[in-house]
Each structure stands twice: as structure tokens, then as C-alpha cells.
């Protein structure tokens, strides 16, 4: 997650003419470039379990 993060910020500062990423084998590249769906994903399940039980977790806070 850190290494997708740094390329976009080198991506968005232009600091970088070329960006060189060296990846494990293919299978690990795959999951490295789907990393922002499955984010995503994750971020909006989360949410929706918070929308549901967000009067229980607050009564708890």
C-alpha cells in the first residue's frame, strides 16, 4: 500500500520523468495493481457496517 501511495505522489509532484516499478512475480503484480479497488471495496464495506450499527457504536463511545 505504501509503495502504491509513493508512485502516485511521485505521479503528482512530476518529480520523476520515469518511474521504474520491480515487481515480484505476476501474481503479486496483479493484486499490486488492483490495490485500489480492493481499498475501495474494503473502505466502502466498512462504511456500510458503521451506517448499520452506528447508534451501538456510539451509546458505546
Known amino acids: 500500500m505504501l509503495a502504491l501511495l509513493n508512485?502516485?505522489?511521485l505521479l503528482a509532484t512530476n518529480s520523476q520523468?520515469?518511474?521504474i516499478?520491480?515487481?515480484a512475480?505476476?501474481?503479486h503484480l496483479l493484486r499490486f495493481l488492483e490495490m485500489p479497488t480492493a481499498l475501495a471495496d474494503w473502505i466502502?464495506?466498512?462504511?456500510k457496517?458503521?451506517?448499520k450499527y452506528q447508534?451501538?457504536?456510539g451509546e458505546l463511545l
Do not use: E, Q, R, S
Open 21 to 23: 516499478l520491480d515487481t
Open 49 to 51: 457496517l458503521w451506517l
Open 17 to 19: 520523468n520515469l518511474i
Open 55 to 57: 447508534d451501538a457504536v
Open 25 to 27: 512475480p505476476t501474481g
Open 44 to 47: 466502502g464495506w466498512i462504511f
Open 7 to 9: 508512485g502516485i505522489d
